[in-house]
């Protein structure tokens, strides 16, 4: 009798412990977080959806030097542009600039990777990143890549990504955008124009309106609906890039703001720009005297800037003489 008690014990706890296992195994399978595949070999290859960044409207660049807004003219976001300075001025970018940077992110090698945790953040100094790229593509998607910690010892550095949850030990891009300045950037041109982008052109004298040119199904026109040589717009337009400043005037002081302010009030000329990305207003105005802190005296010099007359360029009066271009000429 003892001898049959203990075998049904035991087959009751085989049982028992037989339908543990299968609950135990239903519950890990419906309550298991899902870890989504990843793609080792890819991701230490290189991270960077590049694809993405094939055709853009604009990039943000900061680092040590400030923050770096430009915009592409292009109408479909081709990295052609050209590529236009909004921020902190008004100037052409250079050309192909951006497509090198692309080019730089489509060869990163990754060493390792880290959990993108607060403090592998704070070590590799992500919380306050040497260089913050922003991308917005032609689709209206954001990618950011910021990089942290530059080590000259091992000679990497640290990076991430948008809706990325690794921190990237990578070799360095190849461009050093972390020490590029305004000077890197820019061309002496205080525009960008792509002229299959602009919509509408006006030019304005001592705030009244002296000309303005409209697209319409590809041809240009003028206020009156007179339409106008395409050949003749468009070198109008090539000239007008062609406008170059000679000299920088930014981070103001207090006796330059005022000066300026009141070299501003009076701006003879106005210009404003309407494409597909929006509408752009610039003003030129005449500066008279010495800039402050300058040794700037000519009085034959124009200040360029946008409407916030928050920094300048400046441009010698010969380069303003195109914008007394006559109707007549574009006919």
């Known amino acids: 009798m003892k001898l049959y008690l203990k075998s049904s014990l035991s087959t009751i706890l085989v049982v028992f412990f037989f339908f543990i296992l299968i609950f135990l195994s239903l519950f890990a399978e419906v309550f298991e977080s899902q870890t989504p595949e990843v793609d080792i070999a890819q991701i230490y290859a290189n991270p960077v959806p590049v694809n993405n960044l094939k055709k853009l409207k604009n990039v943000r660049l900061t680092n040590k030097y400030g923050a770096f807004l430009v915009e592409n003219t292009h109408p479909s976001g081709d990295l052609v542009g050209p590529w236009q300075m909004l921020e902190p001025q008004s100037l052409k970018l250079k050309d192909e600039f951006v497509s090198k940077i692309i080019d730089a992110l489509s060869v990163i090698r990754v060493r390792n990777f880290h959990r993108l945790e607060p403090i592998n953040i704070s070590s590799y100094s992500l919380d306050n990143p040497t260089l913050t790229l922003l991308f917005t593509n032609a689709e209206n998607r954001i990618f950011e890549i910021k990089v942290g910690l530059i080590n000259p010892i091992d000679n990497s550095a640290y990076l991430t990504l948008t809706g990325q949850d690794q ?79 000679f000299s920088i005037l930014d ?17 003879g000329w106005g210009l404003k720009l309407i494409t597909g990305h929006g509408v752009r207003n610039y003003v030129i105005g005449q500066v008279k005297g010495q800039i402050p802190g300058t040794e700037i005296s000519k009085n034959d010099i124009y200040a360029f800037s946008t409407d916030d007359l928050q920094s300048f360029v400046l441009i010698e009066r010969s380069e303003v003489s195109i914008l007394n271009i006559q109707l007549a000429d574009l006919k």
């Open 167 to 245: 921190i990237y030990q990578i070799d360095p891009i190849e461009m050093a955008l972390e020490g590029y300045d305004l000077a890197q950037l820019v061309e002496s041109k205080v525009l960008a124009l792509n002229s299959d982008s602009i919509q509408a052109l006006e030019i304005y004298k001592d705030g009244h309106l002296k000309l303005k040119l409209l697209r319409k199904d590809d041809q240009w026109f003028d206020q009156n609906a007179m339409k106008l040589s395409e050949q003749k717009v468009k070198k109008f337009f090539e000239r007008l890039e062609s406008m170059r400043s």
């Open 251 to 267: 981070k103001l002081t207090t006796d330059q703001k005022i000066f300026m302010e009141k070299s501003m009030a009076q701006a």
